[in-house]
């Protein structure tokens, strides 16, 4: 095994809702425990998930230009992005889920995903990136599934795009979701069997087998993710 191999993941997972794991059954089940779980080879790797339920592009965006998150990120070997859904949630709850505002959204979640995207590769051009794009939640089938389906693919078209130009992971659950309504808690987050299939997803776009068989290749950086106060 190479060097680089043994050197131990410092696993980072920023995000809304489903990177916290609202839905899952218990701490430990969700898709960012899971991934760590195949990820580490020794007891010297750590994870951080600071998953914040809620959190926008734009919030997220914030948190990753903090100095002391700049800071962090030259000592990660992985990190996990989930964002956008939150952005399009605010527009569905004011009532304004009107084309030119959805189509306003996307437009800003991308500027700001590739600005979140050029802080994270300027500071660490080898660290591993996971990107999760998008599914229909349960009400869109009901509030019209043609015009939503069509929202979603093109967003999950634009992360595409944006991942090939920072050489980013896009992990896509579109069509593993698509007309699984049991795989919901509420109308937006996946239960335990919904966390079980995005936890597939990512450990196949990582390309990790059994727990403790090592990393990719290109994984650097050996220190384990410090506690970081962001407060003030």
């Known amino acids: ?15 809304d809702s489903l990177t916290e794991g609202i839905g899952a059954e218990s701490p430990d089940r969700h898709f960012v425990v899971r991934l ?3 990820l580490r080879h ?7 998930n600071w998953g914040v339920s809620g959190m926008t592009s734009a919030e997220l965006l914030h948190f990753v230009e903090n100095p002391a998150i700049l800071r962090m990120l030259p000592k990660m070997t992985h990190i996990s992005l989930t ?49 999760l794009g998008f599914y229909l939640p349960p009400p869109a089938y009901e509030l019209g599934f043609q015009k ?5 693919k093109m967003m999950n078209r634009m992360y595409t795009r944006i991942c ?5 992971t896009f992990i896509n ?13 509420d109308e937006v987050h996946p239960n335990q069997r919904g966390h079980d299939e ?23 950086g050996s220190t384990p993710v410090p506690s970081v106060n962001l407060s003030g």
């Open 1 to 15: 095994m190479r060097d680089e191999q043994l050197r131990p993941v410092a696993y980072l997972a920023l995000g």
């Open 36 to 38: 760590f779980r195949k």
């Open 42 to 48: 020794s007891d010297d790797c750590r994870f951080r």
């Open 83 to 131: 964002t956008g859904g939150c952005d399009f949630i605010r527009l569905y709850e004011a009532g304004t889920l009107t084309l030119r505002d959805v189509v306003k959204t996307a437009r800003e979640i991308q500027q700001r995903l590739c600005r979140i995207l050029s802080l994270i590769r300027g500071a660490n051009p080898t660290v591993s990136i996971y990107l």
């Open 148 to 152: 939503a389906a069509m929202a979603v």
């Open 164 to 168: 090939e130009r920072y050489g980013v």
């Open 173 to 185: 659950p579109f069509y593993r979701f698509l007309n699984r309504h049991e795989w919901f808690c």
């Open 198 to 220: 995005i936890s597939e997803l990512f450990l196949s776009g990582a390309n990790v087998q059994e727990t403790w068989e090592g990393t990719r290749e290109h994984t650097a």
